[in-house]
């Protein structure tokens, strides 16, 4: 069965702390896909990163970082030095291929506050 | 990348009526998505939106309730019938890029029903 979990509901930090969001996901699938999404109060969902399943390199993108590990299905995200405008909903999303496109399902999210 | 418009980004609607929603893409896509969000929750996915065909519905989403129309590769409706106060969400358009990249969603529409 497809599912995705973040356990974190709320994260609440102070700016320039380093945060992890957990992403735990399952599948019965080889070929997955699995997506980072952003959604600030203003509501639109800001696409962050997308990974294919047979790709474990971590990614760095300036202070964002991807912890991906196939041998606990896990998918983390790290945010290096956070600021106010990062405070937003953090959602990871995994997709898998069925008949005619492919499926994607979101976790609950993750809530993080960043205080100034 | 993909310009996703959607309209209306916001309305007021009365218990018993029906709201159609319009996803219109700025260029050609394979695939496109109807999400729901409600009140601080995550994202469901109500259907997949097929070129000429019916529309493929998730487990508890059904085309009476949620007709979906997508006439071509950069259009596509959701009718949200009979609304009632728990339909009352955020709608997504979402479309995947060409060469299956990314995922990109429309910024929304609000719909609260009273």
């Known amino acids: 069965a497809q599912k995705v979990t973040q356990a974190q509901t709320e994260i609440s930090v102070v700016e320039k702390e380093d945060v992890t969001l957990d992403c735990v996901y399952e599948?019965?699938?080889?070929?997955?896909?699995l997506f980072w999404y952003k959604q600030p109060p203003s509501g639109e969902l800001v696409f962050l990163i997308r990974?294919?399943?047979?790709?474990?390199q971590n990614e760095i993108s300036g202070r964002y970082s991807w912890n991906f590990q196939k041998s606990t299905s896990s998918f983390n995200f790290t945010i290096t030095a956070s600021q106010v405008v990062d405070s937003a909903v953090y959602f990871c999303?995994?997709?898998?291929?069925?008949?005619?496109?492919?499926?994607?399902?979101f976790g609950a999210g993750t809530r993080l506050f960043v205080k100034a | 990348s993909a310009v996703i418009s959607q309209k209306p980004s916001r309305d007021i609607c009365q218990r018993g009526t029906s709201l159609t929603i319009q996803c219109q893409v700025d260029?050609?896509?394979?695939?496109m998505f109807w999400y729901r969000q409600q009140p601080g929750q995550s994202l469901t996915l109500i259907a997949t939106?097929?070129?000429?065909?019916?529309?493929?519905?998730e487990s508890g989403f059904v085309i009476d309730k949620f007709p979906i129309s997508r006439p071509n590769l950069t259009f596509s409706t959701l009718t949200v019938s009979n609304m009632s106060p728990e339909d009352s969400s955020i709608y997504l358009c979402?479309?995947?890029?060409?060469?299956?990249?990314?995922?990109?969603f429309g910024e929304g529409s609000w719909l609260t029903v009273v």
């Open positions: 979402s479309v995947v890029s060409l060469d299956g990249n990314t995922i990109y």
């Open positions: 599948t019965r699938d080889t070929t997955y896909y």
């Open positions: 990974r294919n399943s047979f790709d474990e």
């Open positions: 999303a995994l997709s898998e291929e069925r008949t005619g496109g492919f499926k994607t399902i």
């Open positions: 260029s050609q896509v394979t695939m």
């Open positions: 939106a097929n070129q000429g065909s019916e529309a493929t519905y």
